[in-house]
C-alpha cells in the first residue's frame, strides 16, 4: 500500500507540538477559553499545544500570521467573531478573508456580551447610564481590545443604539482593558462574559445589563438589557479554531474531534459555565457549521459596521 505524502502526515499527525496564535493579550477572553479547550485537546492528540499571544490591530495582525502560516497543522489560531467576521466589513485592506484563507475546525464557546463599569461611575443603572453616557458624551471614555475586537464592534453597536460617540481606548486585548476598569481608568466596556464573571463576583467593576435574551446562569442577579430598559442592544460572540487553508481534511478531522472530545469533558465545560461561556451543542461544533457561522456572521456585521482606512 503507497500513501500520497497527504495522507502519510495525516496519519502520523501530530508528531509534535502544536502552536496555538492567540491574537489578544493572556488573561482576557480569547486566551482563556484558547486555555481551557486546547488543555483537554493536548491530552487527545499527545502533543503539547503552545499558546503564543500576537497582539495588535484588534487580532488582524496575528490573523494575518496564521493565515500565513504552513497549512500543516501545526500552526492554528483561535479566531472570534471580530477576527473571522467583522473585521472583513471593517477593514477594506485585510491582508486575510475568513472564508478563503482558513479551514473551519470547530466552535469553542459562544460569549454574551455584558455592559460594564468602573466601580464608581455614578450611574447605578442601565437606565441611569444612557442618560448619564448621552450628557456627558464627549468626557466618558469606552475601553476595547482594538478596531474589530469584539469589544470594540460590540460597543460601536451600543454606542449606535444610543445615538452617541464616545472616545475609545484601546488595548491589546480585554485582559489589560479590565485591569484598567479595575483600576477606574476607564469608564465603561462592553466585553465577553468569560472576562467578567470574577470581577463582578468580586465587587470590583459594575454590570448593567448582559446582552443576551436569558440572564446568564453565571451572574443570576445581572439583569438582561430587555430587562433593563435597552432591547435594542442585543450582542453575544464566539471563539473558534480555525486552520491555514488547505490544511489536509484528516487533520482537521482530528483537530476537531479533539474539539468535541473536550467540549464534553465534565472539568472543561465546569470551566467554561462557570465563566459563562455558552457550549456548543453537537449540531454546532461541526467544521462545516463554523463555516456557515463565518459566512452569516460576516453578512450580519457587512451592514452594521463602517469600514476604516
Ligand atoms: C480578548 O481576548 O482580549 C478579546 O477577545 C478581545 C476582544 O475582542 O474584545
Known amino acids: 500500500l503507497v500513501l500520497s505524502s497527504t495522507q502519510a502526515l495525516a496519519q502520523a499527525y501530530p508528531t509534535r507540538n502544536i502552536t496555538m496564535i492567540v491574537p489578544f493579550a493572556a488573561g482576557g477572553p480569547t486566551d482563556v477559553i484558547a486555555r481551557i479547550v486546547t488543555g483537554h485537546m493536548a491530552q487527545t492528540l499527545g502533543q503539547t499545544i503552545i499558546i503564543e499571544n500576537v497582539v495588535g490591530a484588534g487580532g488582524t495582525t496575528a490573523t494575518t500570521r496564521a493565515a500565513r502560516a504552513a497549512n500543516d497543522g501545526y500552526t492554528l489560531i483561535t479566531g472570534h467573531m471580530g477576527t473571522h467576521a467583522a473585521s472583513v466589513p471593517l ?15 470547530g466552535l469553542l464557546a459562544g460569549t454574551p456580551i455584558l455592559i460594564l463599569a468602573r466601580k464608581d461611575l455614578p450611574p447605578k443603572d442601565l437606565k441611569e447610564f444612557t442618560a448619564y453616557v448621552k450628557a456627558n458624551e464627549t468626557k466618558v471614555n469606552a475601553a476595547h481590545a482594538g478596531i474589530g475586537s469584539v469589544s470594540n464592534v460590540s460597543c460601536e453597536l451600543l454606542n449606535s443604539v444610543l445615538g452617541v460617540k464616545p472616545i475609545g481606548v484601546p488595548f491589546n486585548g480585554t485582559g489589560p482593558a479590565m485591569n484598567a476598569l479595575v483600576a477606574g481608568q476607564v469608564d465603561y466596556m462592553c466585553d465577553q462574559i468569560v472576562n467578567a464573571v470574577p470581577q463582578i463576583n468580586g ?24 430587562e433593563a430598559g435597552l432591547p435594542a442592544f442585543q450582542a453575544q460572540a464566539w ?28 472539568n472543561v465545560r465546569k470551566r467554561l459555565l462557570e465563566l459563562g461561556s455558552v457550549i ?30
Open 239 to 266: 471563539n473558534a479554531i480555525f486552520a491555514p487553508k488547505g490544511t489536509p481534511p484528516d487533520v482537521v478531522a482530528k483537530l476537531n474531534a479533539a474539539v468535541v472530545k473536550a467540549l464534553d469533558d465534565e
Open 280 to 309: 456548543p451543542p453537537a449540531a454546532d461544533r461541526t467544521p462545516t457549521a463554523l463555516g456557515t457561522l463565518v459566512k452569516s456572521e460576516i453578512a450580519k456585521w457587512t451592514p452594521v459596521v463602517k469600514p476604516v482606512n
Open 91 to 105: 477593514y477594506p485592506k485585510l491582508a486575510y478573508h475568513p472564508e478563503k484563507d482558513f479551514e473551519p475546525v
Open 203 to 226: 465587587g470590583t467593576i459594575k454590570a448593567y445589563a448582559v446582552a443576551t435574551p436569558e440572564r446568564n446562569p453565571s451572574l443570576p442577579n445581572v439583569p438582561t438589557t430587555a
